[in-house]
């Protein structure tokens, strides 16, 4: 395939770069008036329309891109989208002045979540989880991370997994799977009890699960709770961790410690945790769904880029406290709230992103030999267009 007449090639990065960090955040490769060869699924080559293969000889696999701007497609690192139900009733308990966590001690919240999955059937989780997919990747997102952690018991943990497996299997974009065994405290069970089932379950979810993350936050789980999470998934699963949600907790020291690829959430994040970043290749993920949803601080994104750190941003789309996937609102929240400039918001859900579920070297840039995972937009749109008209249809086709 060759798709020629782009009007903006964005997000061009040399071969061999991961993420950027600091000031690299606020630059990517553009390139105008430009064509690119798909081969084998796989970008083979780009270039100016000057030196464009003679794409008449490809009529049926060319596309006329229209003056339209080609750019990689949105990566998702962090997500809840495998749970049932709906927990909109906990929408009026919001708007009514209750916190998360007071939702949370009366039984709502994940417990919730916890009860709802464990009365479905495995294939209707499948279907409604497969439905929250399509919807994410037809807004652009190509690859994502989805994490278990509404079963809160050994059976609907692994149910849970089994189902993040089968829509890996059943869709043409990139999925991560994540075991959050520890999101809260499942029910019948001691706090230790319950530290000590995720301990035991990790050989099995290692079997379905890239990945481990733990909820280190007041009233959740506490440093030496994670401490002993992580280092019993050592040599089984990598290491994330949600962390700075709700309180500054020490979890993103101690995610540093274990070599965690991301730590998320960091709303609540000071100095010490910007210093125990730098550095290391732990990838700062923030969410600035959450923060809109719950009312929360944004997180610190332009202090991180002035201490040289990247950031990647993230959708955490989940029934409770994020219930949207859009990738492009995710981007203009960087830009409106947290005073990314439109580039810098780019790179974080897109290269950082896929840097932050470990798969940046094939998605998240134009790169050539990296997955064709591209987003082809109508004429007449560019990066700061992206984030400032940010509910106007701009997608002309998703490529996977």
Same mark, same amino acid.
């Not at 003679?54 to 949105?74: N, T």
């Not at 089994?162 to 499942?186: E, M, Q, W």
């Not at 840039?365 to 701009?394: C, E, M, N």
């Given at each position: 395939?060759?798709?020629?007449?782009?009007?903006?090639?964005?997000?061009?990065?040399?071969?061999?770069? %991961?993420?950027? /960090?600091?000031? +690299?955040?606020?630059?990517? &490769?553009? !390139?105008?008036? #430009?064509? $690119?060869?798909? =081969?084998?699924?796989?970008?083979?080559?780009?270039?100016?329309?000057?030196?464009?293969?003679?794409?008449?000889?490809?009529?049926?696999?060319?596309?006329?891109?229209?003056?339209?701007?080609?750019?990689?497609?949105?990566?998702?690192?962090?997500?809840?989208?495998?749970?049932?139900?709906?927990?909109?009733?906990?929408?009026?308990?919001?708007?009514?002045? %209750?916190?998360? /966590?007071?939702? +949370?001690?009366?039984?709502? &919240?994940? !417990?919730?979540? #916890?009860? $709802?999955?464990? =009365?479905?059937?495995?294939?209707?989780?499948?279907?409604?989880?497969?439905?929250?997919?399509?919807?994410?990747?037809?807004?652009?997102?190509?690859?994502?991370?989805?994490?278990?952690?509404?079963?809160?018991?050994?059976?609907?943990?692994?149910?849970?997994?089994?189902?993040?497996?089968?829509?890996?299997?059943?869709?043409?974009?990139?999925?991560?799977?994540?075991?959050?065994?520890?999101? +809260?405290?499942?029910?019948?069970?001691?706090?230790?009890?319950?530290?000590?089932?995720?301990?035991?379950?990790?050989?099995?979810?290692?079997?379905?699960?890239?990945?481990?993350?733990?909820?280190?936050?007041?009233?959740?789980?506490?440093?030496?709770?994670?401490?002993?999470?992580?280092?019993?998934?050592?040599?089984?699963?990598?290491?994330?961790?949600?962390?700075?949600?709700?309180?500054?907790?020490?979890?993103?020291?101690?995610?540093?410690?274990?070599?965690?690829?991301?730590?998320?959430?960091?709303?609540?994040?000071?100095?010490?945790?910007?210093?125990?970043?730098?550095?290391?290749?732990?990838?700062?993920?923030?969410?600035?769904?959450?923060?809109?949803?719950?009312?929360?601080?944004?997180?610190?994104?332009?202090?991180?880029?002035?201490?040289?750190?990247?950031?990647?941003?993230?959708?955490?789309?989940?029934?409770?406290?994020?219930?949207?996937?859009?990738?492009?609102?995710?981007?203009?929240?960087?830009?409106?709230?947290?005073?990314?400039?439109?580039?810098?918001?780019?790179?974080?859900?897109?290269?950082?992103?896929?840097?932050?579920?470990?798969?940046?070297?094939?998605?998240?840039?134009?790169?050539?030999?990296?997955?064709?995972?591209?987003?082809?937009?109508?004429?007449?749109?560019?990066?700061?267009?992206?984030?400032?008209?940010?509910?106007?249809?701009?997608?002309?086709?998703?490529?996977?």
């Amino acid at each position: 395939m060759i798709i020629y007449n782009i009007g903006i090639l964005a997000g061009i990065q040399p071969e061999g770069v %991961l993420r950027v /960090e600091g000031e +690299a955040q606020g630059r990517t &490769g553009l !390139l105008q008036n #430009a064509w $690119l060869e798909i =081969q084998d699924g796989r970008i083979a080559d780009y270039g100016p329309m000057s030196t464009c293969p003679c794409h008449s000889e490809h009529s049926e696999e060319s596309v006329d891109a229209q003056g339209g701007m080609l750019l990689p497609g949105f990566c998702d690192s962090h997500t809840h989208i495998v749970y049932a139900g709906s927990r909109h009733n906990e929408f009026l308990d919001k708007i009514n002045g %209750l916190s998360y /966590e007071e939702i +949370a001690a009366r039984g709502g &919240g994940i !417990l919730n979540s #916890a009860r $709802l999955l464990n =009365q479905t059937s495995e294939d209707e989780l499948y279907c409604q989880s497969l439905e929250r997919v399509q919807e994410m990747m037809d807004k652009g997102t190509v690859a994502l991370e989805i994490k278990s952690g509404y079963g809160l018991c050994p059976e609907g943990e692994l149910k849970m997994l089994r189902v993040i497996d089968r829509i890996r299997r059943s869709i043409p974009a990139c999925v991560k799977s994540t075991f959050l065994g520890a999101h +809260a405290i499942g029910q019948g069970y001691s706090h230790e009890a319950y530290v000590q089932m995720v301990i035991d379950l990790i050989p099995e979810a290692a079997k379905l699960a890239d990945f481990i993350d733990v909820f280190c936050d007041e009233g959740f789980f506490t440093v030496d709770d994670t401490d002993r999470i992580l280092g019993a998934a050592d040599g089984f699963l990598a290491p994330k961790i949600h962390a700075n949600e709700l309180a500054v907790s020490g979890g993103v020291q101690v995610g540093v410690q274990h070599g965690a690829l991301s730590v998320d959430h960091l709303e609540r994040t000071t100095d010490a945790e910007i210093s125990a970043l730098k550095g290391t290749w732990t990838m700062p993920t923030m969410l600035p769904g959450s923060s809109f949803f719950l009312g929360l601080p944004y997180g610190r994104a332009r202090d991180f880029l002035q201490a040289g750190l990247g950031v990647a941003l993230a959708s955490d789309y989940n029934p409770g406290s994020s219930p949207s996937g859009d990738m492009r609102f995710v981007m203009a929240q960087g830009c409106i709230q947290m005073r990314l400039t439109p580039v810098e918001a780019f790179n974080a859900v897109t290269l950082n992103s896929a840097y932050a579920m470990g798969i940046s070297p094939a998605y998240g840039s134009i790169t050539v030999g990296k997955r064709a995972a591209l987003l082809l937009t109508h004429p007449g749109w560019d990066l700061t267009r992206l984030a400032y008209q940010y509910q106007t249809p701009f997608l002309r086709q998703v490529i996977l």
